[in-house]
């Protein structure tokens, strides 16, 4: 049963909270009302809001592509039953969904100057510091990633990770804060594919959620292609599964172990008419299973930008 308070503590969540933490971003025709998040395109106004392109999971609410507050919203956006919203939402934290809330807040204010962040060389030394120190991702992977393009440092210090569609074109930006007590997460442009490495003569393909998940994933099992979904649709994801499976490559869904990462394999796997194979990790997900092989943290010395490569 769901506690009163819970409910009406989550119900008061601000609905740029729940979009900031979902990825979206602020639409730059409208960044005061409207917020791009995949194919939807969400107007808010106070606790309501309307997908005016109708893109999201519609068969959840008879109300179909509107409704009000962040439980509707979630529902609407991540495909998940009132009492799995509820409880999803029940899990964020608040200080999270406080900073997510100012940081959109300072996209609106300057919304063009976030739409394409480009490398910033001044801040490579904290974002390596970061995924190697902070998050346990092998030095290596990290430098050959930073080296390709695919990852970089922004102005703001944030990680960036490349973003493409099934071309390899760029489309867009997944971007995670790197600051001391930072919990932003977002995406600027288009939600793609993110793939750390294209390693050769493979025939495994793993599919996971977020660019540090690849790069975790890729850490445990280097003998894999790992494709990160940015959270996106299925549409895109499926589009790359067919790719694959017609390349005769095993297809694995390394999905979160929770609610919406086994949502999200079946999905794929339904979508694609084709077994998949659930990779599902022993924690909540994979970077946390790769900072547990680590160890205890040993603190090292901070990198010069110098030493990094980037391109």
């Known amino acids: 049963m769901i506690d009163d308070g819970e409910l009406a503590r989550v119900r008061a969540i601000p ?6 933490g979902l990825g979206a971003s602020r639409d730059p025709k409208d960044p005061k009302r409207n917020w ?32 009000a ?4 919203l979630l529902m609407y956006l991540r495909d998940l039953a009132f009492a799995d919203a509820v409880r999803e939402l029940g899990g964020w934290d608040p200080g999270a969904i406080a900073t997510a809330t100012r940081d959109a807040e300072v996209l609106r204010r300057t919304p063009a100057a976030h739409e394409r ?14 995924l190697t120190i902070e998050r346990a991702i092998p030095a290596r992977l990290v430098e050959l990633a930073m080296a390709s393009g695919q990852v970089f440092a922004d102005q703001r210090a944030n990680a960036v990770f490349r973003l493409t569609d ?14 001391a007590g930072s919990t932003f997460h977002g995406v600027r442009g288009e939600k793609g594919l993110f793939l750390p490495m294209r390693p050769d003569g493979v025939r495994e393909a793993a599919f996971v ?11 445990l099992a280097p003998q894999r292609l790992v494709v990160s979904t940015t959270g996106s649709a299925v549409a895109r994801p499926l589009a790359m599964a067919r790719h694959l499976l017609a390349r005769g490559y095993r297809l694995i869904a390394a999905f979160n172990a929770d609610p919406a990462g086994d949502r999200m394999a079946v999905r794929l796997a339904e979508a694609l008419g084709a ?9 909540k997900d994979w970077n946390l299973v790769l900072q547990d092989r680590r160890g205890p943290r040993v603190t090292r010395p901070e990198p010069r930008a110098e030493d990094v490569l980037m391109r």
């Open 15 to 20: 609905l740029s909270g729940v979009l900031e």
């Open 69 to 72: 507050g962040a439980v509707d």
């Open 166 to 179: 099934t071309t390899g074109e760029t489309i867009g930006y997944e971007l995670r804060g790197t600051r």
């Open 117 to 130: 962040p480009g490398p910033d060389p001044r801040h490579t030394a904290t974002v390596h510091r970061y």
């Open 209 to 219: 959620e977020s660019g540090i998940e690849a790069l975790s994933y890729q850490a």
């Open 36 to 67: 791009r998040l995949g194919a939807s395109r969400i107007s808010v106004d106070d606790a309501r809001w309307y997908d005016q392109n109708g893109a999201g999971a519609t068969h959840r609410l008879r109300g179909g592509q509107g409704g």
């Open 275 to 283: 077994p998949l194979e659930r990779h599902r990790p022993e924690r």
